[in-house]
């Protein structure tokens, strides 16, 4: 099996940056993508980035240009740079891999992220 642990959230102000990250420990063999989503209060957890592991990477649009998602494969670890944060993004921010084929999708504890105006 899977673990995922997400690092980096915390309070910033708006137009700030901050780096989440994502370590990825157990059966990592079989991690067909690697992925951020986020659900603010209220609201449906929605996907920011994706990175496969063949290395082709989605954006939502909200974030293009501003955020970037990367991975370290010596370190198990994916990323999400994001930078220009607003206030409206604050949000849990999860860490998901999606496993296989057979599919199954892996979740994180989740990394609050506040933006403050």
């Known amino acids: 099996q899977v673990q995922l642990v997400e690092s980096g959230g915390g309070l910033v102000q708006a137009g700030g940056s901050l780096r989440l990250s994502c370590a990825a420990s157990g059966s990592i063999f079989n991690i067909n993508s690697m992925a951020w989503y986020r659900q603010a209060p209220g609201k449906q957890r929605e996907l920011v980035a994706r990175i496969t592991s063949g290395g082709t990477i989605n954006y939502a649009e909200s974030v293009k240009g501003r955020f970037t998602i990367s991975r370290d494969n010596a370190k198990n670890t994916v990323y999400l740079q994001m930078n220009s944060l607003r206030p409206d993004e604050t949000a849990d921010y999860y860490c998901?891999?999606?496993?296989?084929?057979?599919?199954?999708?892996?979740w994180g504890q989740g990394a609050l992220v506040t933006v403050s105006s």
């Open positions: 998901n891999a999606l496993l296989g084929p057979p599919y199954l999708e892996i």
